[in-house]
């Protein structure tokens, strides 16, 4: 079995330092790289890149809503030509400097709230698959299973890559429990590892309930603001290499090639 694992990085703000990125681009495959709109900016974005190419880390872009503020996490509604702009701007800004460096980005995964919307939403993920696929057909979009992102994906025929979190826990509608309540991390990580092992083992998503769905996996994501992130990364990818799992930068996946 082949598996990616990937990090949301570059996210340097009010509400986090960065101090795990570069250590977690020692451990993981795929770097979703902050466009300078929820968090970062165009020197972080420029670090992030170049480092993610000396660990030959593959890099994508992380885009969220234009609010620093709430770091991206607080909902807002845009018209679709709202959307379009703020999707094209982000993915010219780190596309830039990803040429820059000669390690260009691979793939898009929306951040926090708009991804959330965009898994509930049909339109909004229509509108954010249309502004990749206008941007490059070719860029692979990052899509929780199951969800309205996955559908849109299909229609647009786009690449995409269904993504699970070792970090948190999942609602019995196979979507991530809300940050507001209590049990929406894991936090321990030997409970991610064989939660993850045991998603691998069964192509499902594990409810917090215990209930299980059947979804495709491709790729399983460590939050990189985590105050755990590090050592969830370590202990999974031990675990996952223990249990022969070939680990592979997102675009190298068999599935894109």
Known sequence: MEINLNCDLGEKSIHYDGINDFPLLKIINTANIACGYHAG??????ETIKESKKNNV????????????NFGRKRINLTKKELNKLLREQLEIIYEISLKHQWPITHVKPHGALNNMACENIEI??????SIKEFNKDLIFVVLPLTEMEEAAKNLGLKFACE???DRNYEDNGQLVS????????IDPNIASSNILEMLDNSCINC???KKIQCEIDTICIH???DKALLIAENLKKNL???NIQLLNLNKLKKFI
């Open 41 to 46: 900016n165009d020197l972080t974005i420029n």
């Open 58 to 69: 593959s890099v994508g872009a992380h885009p969220g809503f234009n609010d620093k503020e």
């Open 125 to 130: 993920s229509l509108s954010i698959g249309e």
């Open 164 to 166: 699970i979190f070792a």
């Open 179 to 186: 940050r507001e309540k209590k049990h929406a991390s894991i």
């Open 208 to 210: 917090y309930s215990g």
């Open 224 to 226: 990189g603001d985590g």
């Open 241 to 243: 290499l223990k249990n």
